[in-house]
């Protein structure tokens, strides 16, 4: 019942802006957020928000060039990337909790690639 479809991964220069979109179906009441995973290294953080959209938190290596925003419906959330690096390069997954059952939800990932 739960969905989570990633989408706008492509490749750019650095420099360049991307949005990425995540389309979210099955849930409520679910915190969101956005990690990526490079080639050779772990999973890692990049940003997340609330359930309520009060609050959002950052990894500092984002912090000042990436956005976290939901639409109107709370039914597609986006990620706003500027300035991108290419350390930048991974595949980014759209992920969700569920605050009703604790569940973690993934979606299968778009690939990012920053060119020099």
């Known amino acids: 019942q739960v969905q989570l479809v990633e989408s706008g991964g492509r490749l750019v220069q650095a420099g360049d802006s991307l949005r990425l979109s995540c389309a979210a179906s099955?849930?409520?009441?679910?915190?969101m957020g956005w990690f990526r995973q490079a080639p050779g290294q772990e999973r890692e953080f990049v940003a997340g928000?609330?359930?309520?959209?009060?609050?959002?938190g950052y990894a500092d290596s984002v912090k000042g060039r990436f956005t976290i925003a939901r639409d109107n419906a709370e039914k597609t959330m986006y990620l706003e990337m500027n300035n991108l690096k290419p350390e930048d390069t991974a595949v980014y997954y759209c992920?969700?909790?569920?605050?009703?059952?604790?569940?973690?939800?993934w979606g299968q990932g778009t690939q990012v690639t920053v060119s020099s």
């Open positions: 992920a969700a909790r569920s605050a009703v059952n604790g569940g973690d939800y």
């Open positions: 099955g849930l409520t009441r679910a915190a």
């Open positions: 928000m609330s359930w309520r959209g009060t609050a959002a």
